[in-house]
């Protein structure tokens, strides 16, 4: 089965950036809607990004303008890059298809300090 490896995780402060990144043992092509999701404490993982095999991204309301999603269909990866992060991103953030499969990577924390 395929397996997704992200990355890039930290710990930053309230305006600061980071770049994910999600590394795909299979075809991502093959596979076709990529998307990060995030879970925070107490809560429901969620969708956050989606990118369709043509790079069509979509977002939720709370990170339009901020998070920008992309993919490598040669190399097999998916990035994620965060801008102006908030407390409230604070999460550990996977990567999966668009509909997800059901197994995940570790995922990659990103904690956000006010």
């Known amino acids: 089965q395929v397996q997704f490896e992200e990355s890039g995780g930290g710990l930053v402060q309230r305006g600061g950036s980071l770049r994910l990144s999600c590394a795909v043992s299979?075809?991502?092509?093959?596979?076709?809607?990529m998307a990060w999701y995030r879970q925070a404490p107490g809560k429901q993982r969620e969708l956050v990004a989606t990118?369709?095999?043509?790079?069509?991204?979509t977002y939720i309301d709370s990170v339009k303008g901020r998070f920008s999603i992309s993919r490598d269909n040669v190399k097999n990866t998916v990035d994620l890059q965060m801008a102006n992060l908030a407390p409230e991103d604070t999460a550990v953030y996977y990567c999966?298809?668009?509909?997800?499969?059901?197994?995940w990577g570790r995922g990659t924390q990103v904690t956000v300090s006010s």
């Open positions: 999966n298809r668009d509909p997800r499969l059901d197994h």
């Open positions: 299979g075809s991502i092509w093959e596979i076709g809607n």
């Open positions: 990118i369709t095999r043509s790079r069509v991204p």
